[in-house]
């Protein structure tokens, strides 16, 4: 066995090179982490005999200081040196909201570098779906308030041009979030390019009226994410209490995915996600409704 040190161009060996490494060689950007906090919440039903209306809802909060202060931006901060991204995550949403103790996944990272106007800041945000009726929402030290917000997204049009070697499709969406107090709303536009097989997809933020910063289209990009991900993972589940029926089931998928859902192919569709109890749901005005729980075990 050789152990010779191995030593670079400069005929330096590892240790060496790390003691006279000079770290302010290269200009650093800034980190922060971007948290998306979705639930969906009961609406008001007039008829008792019908089970509650359903909205899918995000958390914002709104910011006390310059830049965009005033308005309403994901919760969020930058990343200490000694912490990873998701403990920063976890500290910065404890902080301003003082919601701990959640799983997060993380979603995606935004570079553009003009997309704060403070500084060069690099982030990572992540996505949670979560039960707000468990969680107390308080706005922390760095947030003058913290809000559930409904949230919807529509097509607005689309145009697709045939290029030599692909294509380009330009479609415009309308982004808007809304509570009894306020309401927010976005314009972006998604270019998808197609050269060869290259495939290349950015979102431009054409108008954005209240949402700080360019949360808008962090918050598109993980709505899409999230219809995507209901689909084929069992992340619906962490909104649902530990027995619930079928039709409570079917309402979060519907409202997450913004359609309504055929009953029969439903129930095909969670079969393996669900394990049947011998327990009812009886309520004045309903017909008695089995229990389910969640399936760990689904594949």
Avoid: C
């Avoid at 991204?85 to 902080?95: C, F, P």
């Avoid at 949670?128 to 049009?157: M, P, Q, T, Y």
């Avoid at 997450?256 to 859902?261: C, D, N, Q, T, Y």
């Avoid at 049947?276 to 309520?283: A, D, G, L, S």
């Amino acid at each position: 066995m050789n152990d010779t040190p191995i030593k670079n161009k400069a005929g330096l060996t590892e240790e060496q090179f790390l003691q006279s490494y000079d770290a302010s060689r290269y200009e650093r950007p800034s980190v922060t982490v971007d948290m998306l906090i979705f639930t969906v919440a009961d609406e008001q039903e007039q008829n008792y005999r019908k089970l509650s209306p359903k909205s899918l809802q995000l958390l914002l909060v709104k910011r006390g200081d310059h830049p965009f202060m005033g308005q309403w931006a994901l919760p969020g901060g930058f990343v200490s040196p000694d912490e990873s991204l998701e403990e920063a995550a976890l500290r910065e949403l404890q902080t301003e909201t003082n919601i701990d103790d959640i799983y997060l996944e993380q979603l995606y990272t935004w570079g553009e570098v003009d997309r704060d106007p403070r500084t060069r800041v690099i982030s990572t945000s992540y996505m949670a779906l979560v039960d707000s009726e468990k969680l107390e929402v308080k706005a922390g030290d760095d947030a003058d308030d913290a809000k559930w917000f409904r949230i919807e997204d529509r097509w607005l049009r689309e145009s697709k041009t045939a290029t030599a070697t692909g294509t380009v499709t330009e479609k415009w969406v309308e982004l808007r979030l809304w509570n009894e107090a306020e309401e927010l709303s976005a314009t972006l536009k998604i270019t998808r390019t197609v050269n060869g097989r290259t495939v290349r997809e950015d979102r431009e933020i054409v108008e954005s009226r209240q949402i700080a910063f360019d949360h808008a289209r962090i918050i598109q990009y993980a709505l899409e994410r999230l219809r995507g991900k209901i689909e084929y993972t069992d992340i619906a589940f962490a909104l649902m209490p530990e027995l619930f029926t079928l039709s409570e089931l079917q309402q979060v998928y519907e409202v997450i995915l913004g359609k309504e859902l055929l009953a029969a192919a439903f129930r095909r569709k969670v079969a393996d996600k669900v394990i049947e109890t011998n327990q009812y749901r009886k309520h004045a005005g309903h017909r008695p409704s089995k229990y389910y729980r969640f399936n760990p075990e689904w594949t």
